[in-house]
């Protein structure tokens, strides 16, 4: 006690304060020199449109946050693990494309434990699982728009092509390749391209529905035993997506269509470059963009600033952000050559 008296007053201070002020020097550094790094957890790298955005989130992180990307395989408990693991190694924000769109709630309420803030893309959660915390977002694109042009634009090949009505009956024999079952996309497109032709005052018979799960093989074999089962009966083909709408256009001509058999409307959904191909080649009918370049950046900068930690807003992303936390890219109609050249 009579030591520490004898102690100047200054010195006394430093001897306190010095520990209190190292730390403090080195909280502060060392949360200034922390690096930011955003985790991107991909459903399938195996799926063309997907790997179109994860291609441009690549091409947005150059020369800003880095970005890491993994590949869950279509396996939800995959995902779970990678990201757990991006939170448990100090990422600052999370872009996600779930597996499962109902597995959402448990990725979010981890991320909020651990307050790393989330960016939804291409697999909406539903609205229940966004609401449990404030630092979720969703980039997407409002799926019965697509499905809407999809209708439009076989509607309008069914006017200008009387033909089209092969056995002319009046009414549009079609067949649906559905996406994965339960997927938002797969559910509206098929929905809203019906209801369109029937606004439009078609009369529609659907000869068969089946899923292709999103993939070109799935397409194919779909086709193919549709063809099998009803053959000459089917008009119209609706894919909802590229890839399934390029297997079926390889089972069609297969079949002799193309080329004995003449020429079979089929519409698909992406505008991917290989569908963006058989459109400019004459095959596909038409298709309907999804543009992943705008979905990449519009995911990429919100989680970029919820990383750096500053708010979200429409002026900052160059995005509007609709009921705070909803990005929605527009679709675009394509028509192919025989709806352009007439
Ligand atoms: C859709 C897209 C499909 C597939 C799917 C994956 O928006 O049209 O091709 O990529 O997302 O969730
Ligand atoms: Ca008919």
């Known amino acids: 006690m009579a030591g520490q008296s004898a102690q100047p007053f200054s010195l006394l201070l430093m001897r306190k304060l010095l520990p209190v002020i190292l730390l403090v020097f080195l909280f502060v550094s060392c949360h200034s020199e922390k690096e930011l790094k955003i ?33 869950a395989a279509g396996k939800q408990q995959t995902q779970n693990e990678q990201i757990e693991r991006f939170i448990n190694n100090g990422y600052s924000a ?48 409002r799926a019965e728009d697509s499905g809407r042009m999809a209708g439009e634009l076989m509607a309008e090949y069914w006017e200008l092509y009387p033909h089209a009505d092969r056995n002319g009956d009046g009414a549009m024999q079609f067949v649906v390749i559905k996406g994965e079952t339960g997927h938002q996309d797969t559910e509206l497109r098929t929905e809203y391209f019906i209801d369109t032709l029937l606004e439009k005052g078609l009369r529609l018979e659907k000869v068969h529905e089946d899923t292709g799960d999103w993939t070109r093989s799935g397409g194919y074999s779909v086709m193919t035993s549709m063809l099998l089962r009803s053959g000459d009966r089917i008009e119209a083909v609706f894919a909802n997506n590229d890839d399934m709408a390029l297997g079926a256009l390889e089972a069609l001509q297969e ?7 003449g020429f079979m409307p089929v519409i698909g959904i992406d505008g991917t470059p ?17 543009d992943a370049g705008n979905q990449a950046k519009a995911a990429y900068r919100i989680a970029a600033a919820l990383a750096e930690g500053r708010e979200p807003v429409s002026e ?15 679709y675009r109609p394509m028509p192919g050559r025989l709806l352009q050249d007439r």
């Open 255 to 261: 079949y002799g269509y193309f080329s004995t058999k």
């Open 94 to 141: 999370i872009i996600v494309n779930s597996v499962d769109r109902t597995a959402s709630g448990v990725i979010i309420e981890k991320c909020r434990q651990s307050n790393v803030p989330l960016v939804f893309f291409n697999r909406e959660p539903v609205r229940d699982d966004m609401a449990k915390w404030d630092k979720v977002y969703y980039v997407g694109a």
């Open 39 to 71: 985790g991107v957890a991909v459903y399938d790298f195996q799926d063309s449109f997907i790997t179109e955005v994860r291609e441009a989130i690549m091409e947005c992180s150059e020369n800003d946050i880095p970005v890491t990307i993994v590949d």
């Open 316 to 330: 900052a992303i160059g995005y509007d952000i609709v009921d705070g936390r909803y990005v929605w890219i527009p």
């Open 274 to 290: 290989v569908g963006q191909a058989a459109l400019d080649n004459g095959m596909l009918l038409a298709t309907v963009f999804n």
